[in-house]
């Protein structure tokens, strides 16, 4: 299997994609194959800029009525030899991270959301990847940022960057 690059991004609060959105988009996730939104993407309309690419996202406690319908609370998705969870939130928000693993017992890797705080980093044999926010909207001005997750045959590997830094 060659190596799949997979953008994960979360919290946007767009209410239609702008020419800004647009554009991190197309800088931040060229080259890679698939898209993973874990929620509060607000409006569907914000996936209509990944054309082309395989996508797949969960509904956020921000969407609106037609988002939260549309889409899952969360995912289960199989991408070579692994397995990736993915959700915006579950539960109590000082505790959830604890408990994602309740939801996907048989995860390899569990992206999530909600906090607008990027987190990468194992728990046993598990990566968990919040992508931070996309849209900037984290506590006390933190920047912009997104996930890129490789998977190869036998590694699956994450990483946090900041919009606009590579």
């Not at 994609?17 to 996730?29: E, G, K, L």
């Not at 395989?54 to 549309?70: K, Q, R, W």
């Not at 692994?82 to 017992?105: A, C, K, Q, W």
């Not at 926010?133 to 984290?138: D, K, R």
């Amino acid at each position: 299997m060659a190596l799949t690059r997979i953008g994960i991004l979360s919290d946007t609060h767009l209410s239609a994609p702008s020419d800004t959105f647009r554009a991190r988009a197309a800088n931040c996730f060229a080259g890679v194959s698939m898209i993973l939104h874990a929620g509060d993407l607000t409006e569907l309309s914000v996936l209509d800029v990944f054309q082309g690419v395989e996508v797949h996202a969960v509904h956020g406690n921000m969407c609106s009525a037609e988002t939260l319908h549309a889409l899952p609370a969360g995912l289960t998705i199989r991408v070579g030899n692994f397995t990736i969870g993915l959700v915006h939130r579950m539960g109590n928000s000082y505790d959830f991270e604890d408990r994602l693993i309740e939801i996907f017992p048989e995860a390899d890797c569990i992206v999530y959301g909600h906090t607008h705080r990027p987190v990468c980093h194992c728990l046993g044999q598990v990566l968990y990847l919040n992508p931070g926010s996309f849209s900037g909207t984290g506590r006390h001005g933190a920047p912009a940022t997104y996930g890129i997750i490789e998977v190869g045959d036998r590694e699956l590997r994450g990483s946090i960057h900041q919009v606009g830094q590579g």
